[in-house]
């Protein structure tokens, strides 16, 4: 028997009769009538477990498509690199440079999409016989981007060839500069901007208002790469690599599969294949940084989405928060085991570092929103201090999104009367065109991002200004956002059913992330056999079903909010329980193990 919800019962019936949890969510089951019909002809004729023929229907996946979602490579997936605008350009200049030896400069943006893209092409051009420099800016001295004095450092090194990374594509003052030194740019970016481009040779941005390539989900890092491969096709046109082996750009994968995992862009399309076949480079460690920093990040079992995202990306961003922002390029790119173990070591320190200041700053911004606004901040929580990092304010901002479902952002005054801010958005609302609008108004001396995230300076005295400003043009989108408090679920299975090898199978329908969401499951009224609070306010539970079997869990983060009380406060009962699976590898064994995202009390006479 289905549990109610599910499949023929009616498409707005809340699964397990669950209207508000204890996150204050609705339940849904994620698949409609139509949708419970493909999974069905998925699972016939594919021959696979019904929960993963839904995981697949539910992302679009029919039949047909099923083996190549499956298996995703990136010689299927991987485009013309001519269709985006300006890559044969950009990609002559860059051959030019390799083939007479010019001395080729690489200033990318100091976060983990900017670091492995700096390091994909330091790699890459060295064994074409290239020797660039790489820059990276100081987050809090130079801020996002290229700028004069940088550029001129770079020029007096005798760089003739400037290629931004992550950056640039908004550039115009600093790149005006560069071509008034002499030095050509190629851009290589991926970030919203104008109709107007700065003065570069190519700006190879397929988020360009001119572009149609379709490529506009893929983070820098992924641009680079594309590049590279264009850069190949031109270098092997020329003659460049007669008697010599060209480079293989495969064995890279690695590097381009953590900027796409850690930039948190869609993993669809060509994205996917970068994350899956990336995903099997670096889990022969052989770039020496990666390995390192998996070692100090304790990281047990195969490399993961999880793995890159939560362990490996952190501690790269914490070079660039909070100590110096060229440690992750240099440890991706080097191949010596010793300077990346110092390295690695060194991002560790400053990844601890990092989450205790976390810790105190989110507590005093969530103590400010509440002073202020009560339990109700309005479409955008805004939240500022003279006291904090502003390395750190974008987590703050994540934070603060997290615990009041809004847009937020997070502003550090550490340095005078204008500050450094951060914020995230929900989804469905377009935080970074809003502070773009901020700009144009006047509002702001600097500002941009993407939908989900987006960064801005501004002046103390006109912080009310901002948070109404923004406030006016997200209303509308919030609105609508809070109002849709469902949480989509993927199907039903009790602790039983919840095997190594299902979680297996599941896993090929990955990776999960931004674009292609996680699959959640309902576990309906498992008794709580064990829970405690465990590290950092997480919650540790076991959870047993009818016939005795039992799963273990985590909410993590949760002790403090109503998920983690009524979990603790339910030992010995029953809960409905959803969340992700996954597997916990320790001593060379796999064991499932349940994230647990939300929890509800069964109604007494049903489940």
């Not at 109709?195 to 390539?213: G, K, Y």
Request: net charge negative; aromatic share 4%; with cysteine.
């Amino acid at each position: 028997m289905r549990p109610t919800g599910f499949a023929e019962e009616t498409e707005d019936r809340a699964v397990l009769g669950v209207t508000s949890s204890a996150s204050g969510r609705v339940w849904r089951d994620r698949l409609d009538a139509a949708g419970a019909t493909r999974a069905l002809g998925l699972a016939q004729r594919l021959d696979l477990p019904d929960i993963v023929a839904r995981v697949l229907a539910a992302r679009g996946v029919d039949a047909d498509e099923a083996a190549g979602f499956l298996d995703p490579t990136i010689k299927a997936l991987m485009p013309d690199p001519s269709v985006v605008t300006a890559m044969d350009v950009g990609v002559a200049r860059l051959a030019d440079a390799v083939v007479n030896r010019e001395p080729i400069a690489l200033f990318a943006d100091y976060d983990v999409d900017g670091a492995t893209s700096a390091a994909l092409m330091r790699r890459h051009l060295v064994r074409l016989g290239a020797d660039p420099i790489v820059y990276i800016p100081d987050r809090l001295i130079e801020g996002y981007g290229p700028n004069p004095e940088a550029i001129e450092g770079l020029r007096a090194r005798g760089a003739s060839l400037l290629v931004t990374l992550d950056c640039g594509s908004t550039s115009h003052e600093a790149l005006a500069h560069a071509r008034r030194l002499g030095l050509d740019t190629v851009v290589i970016d991926h970030h919203g901007c104008g109709l107007e481009l700065p003065p570069a040779v190519a700006v190879i941005n397929p988020n360009r208002h001119d572009d149609l390539s379709g490529l506009g989900h893929l983070c820098a890092c992924g641009v680079a790469f594309v590049t590279l491969v264009a850069l190949n096709r031109e270098l092997r046109r020329r003659g460049f690599f007669l008697g010599g082996k060209e480079p293989d750009l495969l064995a890279m994968l690695d590097l381009v599969a953590l900027g796409t995992v850690a930039d948190v862009v869609p993993l669809t399309g060509l994205n996917r294949a970068f994350v899956v076949k990336g995903l099997q480079v670096a889990r022969r460690r052989g770039n020496a940084g990666l390995a390192a920093l998996a070692a100090v990040a304790r990281v047990s079992g195969p490399m993961s989405p999880y793995h890159l995202g939560f362990l490996i990306g952190p501690r790269i961003n914490a070079g660039g928060r909070i100590g110096d922002a060229g440690l992750g390029s240099r440890l991706l790119a080097t191949d010596d085991p010793v300077e990346a173990e110092k390295i690695a070591a060194e991002l560790d320190r400053l990844n601890k570092e990092r989450q205790v200041m976390e810790a105190a700053m989110v507590e005093e911004a969530d103590a400010q929103v509440v002073a202020r606004f009560g339990t109700d901040p309005g479409p955008i929580v805004v939240t500022a201090s003279p006291d904090w990092h502003p390395g750190v304010v974008g987590l703050i901002a994540s934070r603060l999104k997290e615990r009041w479902h809004r847009s937020a952002l997070a502003v550090a005054f550490d340095r005078g009367p204008l500050g450094t801010g951060s914020g995230r958005s929900v989804p469905g609302v377009d935080l970074g065109a809003a502070v773009r609008a901020a700009v144009e108004a006047g509002l702001i001396p600097k500002g941009g991002g993407h939908a989900m995230a987006a960064g801005l300076t501004v002046a103390e005295d006109r912080l009310d200004a901002v948070r109404d400003f923004l406030a006016e043009r997200l209303a509308e989108g919030v609105g609508a956002a809070t109002a849709r408090r469902e949480l989509a679920i993927d199907g039903a299975m009790t602790a039983t059913g919840a095997t190594v090898s299902l979680v297996e199978t599941l896993e090929r329908a990955g990776p999960y992330g931004s674009g292609q969401p996680e699959p959640l499951f309902a576990f309906p009224a498992h008794r709580v056999a064990f829970a405690d609070e465990v590290g950092q306010g997480h919650v540790r539970l076991s959870l047993a079903s009818g016939d005795g079997t039992t799963l273990k869990a985590i909410a993590f983060r949760a002790a403090s909010e109503p998920i983690g009380r009524t979990i603790l406060e339910a030992r010995g009962r029953s809960l409905h329980v959803v969340g992700a699976l996954g597997l916990d590898h320790w001593q060379g064994d796999a064991r499932v193990q349940l994230r647990v995202v939300d929890v509800a009390e069964p109604r007494i006479g049903g489940l």
